[in-house]
């Protein structure tokens, strides 16, 4: 679990705003919910036999011997508040999104640790392939405006509870006939629930699965027809896809599409997938909820701040101006001056310790502001004082009651 510091939140908070602002135009609302949930909320809707809840979830029993676990995702907790405010009362179409720490016990390593924060967003109550593209529309166009390159979404479907037993059935048969060369987890992953064998990071189980049974042969009519209606739209849109047949992800809620963004970059290593998702139309059901369509996604945002890091932009706002004093007679005119130029709207530094001139200049170079202007009693008596700019030029002349105005009007100032 990291501690986020001054100097990398500015651009966790950067990629928090870009988010905000994009889902907010394609209409999502942003709901909070609590950090911990009944554990059997997890164990209902992502499946037992998953990774997350059979190895990850950090579960524990409360005092009132209840099972609890920290929300290992947001899909489960979303579709619960759903239910709990009996949403779909209220509208036919609902667009969800959330930004927050989620907890799985995985072992650590670059983009992945054991608190990480997701953004991710729910749209309920359209079973429509125009929903599943637009969801992917508005990550797509939000990576964008990152300005992340190279990244590619995976696209598949797993067809529905039509079609997909008589591809489990085939999948079984073939794994079975595969035991002894797959894994001791996939061995018992086959028995219980055989879609897992396709997500083993195990690179000889990746080989044996991708020459097994291929899911898009085994969708049925309707399945076939949504896929199909949802790649032309992706087209339409002028989305670049990749269809991959071996996308499954790592929860059990999955209904026809599932997709994926990966990042084509070495800072992430083998934690390459900066986001997934896909279509549930049968969780909120299962969870006891009304019968209502959903799609979603959720994105790591440690591993968008690793990518956005590696692009060496600077986020977070500069410092305008650093306030110096050149004698201590002039220190409180100094304080009160930064006061009125930050009540102003301004970004200011001011030494409060006081020293000499040298050590609030070094000071002022470290806070990277555009400006100094130091204030001494020749400035107080005259009421004039100078914008030095710290990249060097001239130092520009101001009256000490029009100095907000003034940076204004050069270029750039906030
Ligand atoms: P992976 O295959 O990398 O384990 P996943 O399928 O478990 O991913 P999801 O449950 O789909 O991941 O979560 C969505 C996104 O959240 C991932 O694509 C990833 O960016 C991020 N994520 C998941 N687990 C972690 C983690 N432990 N640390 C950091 N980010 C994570
Ligand atoms: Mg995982």
């Known amino acids: 679990m990291n501690d986020l510091l001054p100097g990398d939140i500015e651009t966790w908070q950067h990629v928090e705003k870009l988010a905000r602002d994009m889902f907010g135009r394609f209409g999502y609302g942003e709901i909070r919910t609590p950090m911990v949930e009944d554990t059997a909320l997890f164990v209902r809707s992502v499946g037992e036999e998953t990774d997350i809840v059979g190895k990850e979830m950090y579960t524990f029993e409360d005092k009132g011997g209840r099972s609890l676990s920290l929300r290992p995702e947001g899909t489960a907790p979303s579709a619960r508040a759903y239910i709990e405010h009996s949403i779909l009362n209220q509208e036919p179409v609902t667009r969800w999104f959330y930004i927050g720490p989620m ?11 054991r608190q990480f924060f ?27 405006a990152l300005g992340l390159k190279d990244v590619t979404l995976n696209l598949n479907s797993l067809g529905d509870e039509a079609c997909r037993p008589a591809y489990h059935a085939k999948l079984v048969e073939y794994l079975q ?33 991708a020459a097994g049974p291929n899911v898009l042969d085994f969708l049925c009519e309707p399945c076939r027809a949504h896929f199909g209606d949802l790649q032309r739209k992706l087209t339409a849109l002028g989305i670049p896809f990749v269809v991959n047949s071996r996308l499954v992800r790592g929860l059990d809620y999955y209904t026809r599409t599932v997709f994926e963004f990966v990042a ?13 998702g896909g279509r549930y139309d049968t969780m909120m059901k299962g969870l006891g909820g009304p019968d209502v369509p959903a799609v979603g996604f959720a994105m790591g945002l440690d591993r968008l701040v690793l990518l956005l890091k590696e692009t060496g932009q600077a986020f977070g706002a500069p410092v305008d101006l650093f306030v110096a004093v050149a004698d201590e007679g002039s220190h409180d005119a100094g304080l009160a001056l930064a006061s009125r130029l930050r009540r102003e709207g ?6 409060t310790r006081g020293g000499s001139l040298k050590s609030q200049m070094k000071r002022a170079d470290k806070t990277g502001a555009r400006f100094t202007l130091v204030l001494g009693e020749a400035e107080r008596s005259s009421g004039k004082a100078n ?28």
């Open 264 to 276: 084509a970059h070495p800072a992430l290593g083998t934690a390459s997938t900066v986001g997934g």
């Open 118 to 144: 997701q953004i991710g967003a729910e749209a309920y109550g359209a079973k429509e392939p125009a929903q599943d593209a637009e969801i992917m529309d508005m990550v797509a166009q939000f990576l964008s």
């Open 346 to 351: 301004l970004h200011v530094a001011f030494d």
């Open 103 to 113: 907890f799985r016990y995985e072992r650590m390593k670059t983009g992945r640790y």
């Open 387 to 414: 914008l030095k700019p710290m990249a060097g030029g001239d130092p520009i002349p101001v009256a000490l009651d029009a100095v907000a105005q003034a940076l204004r009007a050069l270029p750039s100032a906030s």
């Open 177 to 209: 006939a595969h035991r002894a060369e797959v894994c001791a987890e996939c061995q018992a992953r086959m028995d219980r629930n055989p879609l897992r064998v396709l997500d083993c990071k195990n690179e000889k189980c990746q080989a044996i699965a």
